[in-house]
């Protein structure tokens, strides 16, 4: 039987004077709170109180432990009122992980301005060493980590925070050297630069978009950055992050293709722990991140 449950009986009859009077206390009857003191005397080895036909006494060890049982108890509650007013506070850590490339962008900038907008936050920020499995970041200790792949897993909550617009591009001494892109399938035929975690490519909207395997692939990495250089360099084609992207595509050192088809936005996942009440930290977190993509939307590109 659970010891709480004994403790906290046998102390509602050392303040009581009574089974009947703790049974009350209690909303329970005065044969169970018998049994329960009964029970806790088997487990701590030693009679506890002195039982008559109208009252009951503490012995010496009874009145020891309930002094201890007492304070365990309401140590117990004082905790568990703190953590629930924690809970309910915008304050204390937040731990958060995201692949490389997310990071290093968009989401660097939001999270940066949250930590400056909430001071009594601690923000704990690492990027990459994220597993396959969706809900291994909590086993790792992590209460928020975001992905930008649409997520089927009832392990986990998630929220939309933003839509991350890409486009497909190149150098212009590129396309002069190895010819203008025509048409997607023509990829094939071209060098492509390539995230190693993005080898395949969706080209076009709804029903008329395309999927394409890149197999023709003249330089990969990890960081969409490095991506970005490779192109302005005219290594080749790039489907880019267009935030990072915008100045060369303004500047005119990467050029639109197939602008006319285009590609889809990547979503912006944040994904957080189960449970009925999120506590207000990560609330006000996945509302302020809302809010910034909300505020901060990256410009049309002019052709």
């Given at each position: 039987m659970d010891r709480l449950l004994l403790m906290h009986s046998f102390v509602t009859v050392a303040q009581a004077g009574s089974f009947s009077g703790a049974a009350k206390k209690l909303g329970s009857?005065?044969?169970?709170?018998?049994?329960?003191?009964?029970?806790?005397?088997?487990?701590?080895?030693?009679?506890?109180?002195?039982?008559?036909?109208?009252s009951v006494s503490l012995t010496e060890p009874g009145r020891r432990y309930a002094e201890f049982a007492a304070r365990i108890l309401d140590e117990i509650d004082a905790e568990d009122a703190s953590l629930s007013h924690l809970h309910d506070r915008a304050e204390g850590s937040l731990s958060i992980i995201c692949p490389k490339w997310i990071g290093s962008l968009d989401l660097g900038d939001a999270i940066a301005a949250f930590s400056a907008a909430h001071p009594k936050i601690s923000v704990r920020f690492e990027l990459g060493g994220m597993s396959d499995r969706t809900y291994d970041f909590l086993d790792s200790g992590f209460d928020i980590a975001f992905h930008t792949r649409d997520l089927r897993d009832s392990s986990v909550r998630l929220k939309k925070i933003a839509s991350l617009p890409f486009v497909l591009c190149a150098a212009k001494g590129y396309l002069d050297r190895e010819g203008a892109l025509t048409e997607p399938?023509?990829?094939?035929?071209?060098?492509?630069?390539?995230h190693v975690n993005d080898p395949v490519w969706r080209i076009g909207h709804g029903h008329a978009?395309?999927?394409?395997?890149?197999?023709?692939?003249?330089?990969?990495?990890?960081?969409?950055?490095?991506?970005?250089?490779?192109?302005?360099?005219?290594?080749?084609i790039a489907l880019l992050p267009q935030r990072p992207a915008y100045d060369d595509l303004m500047s005119g050192a990467l050029q639109v293709l197939l602008p006319e088809l285009a590609v889809p936005d990547r979503p912006l996942y944040a994904i957080y722990g189960p449970g009925q009440a999120t506590p207000r930290k990560v609330s006000v977190f996945l509302d302020f991140l809302a809010e910034w993509f909300s505020q901060n939307p990256i410009p049309a590109i002019q052709s």
């Open positions: 009857s005065g044969s169970l709170v018998s049994r329960h003191v009964a029970e806790l005397e088997r487990q701590v080895g030693v009679r506890l109180v002195n039982r008559t036909a109208r399938n023509a990829l094939a035929n071209h060098d492509c630069l390539v978009s395309t999927l394409h395997k890149i197999r023709n692939i003249a330089f990969s990495s990890n960081s969409y950055i490095a991506l970005q250089k490779a192109a302005v360099h005219g290594r080749g």
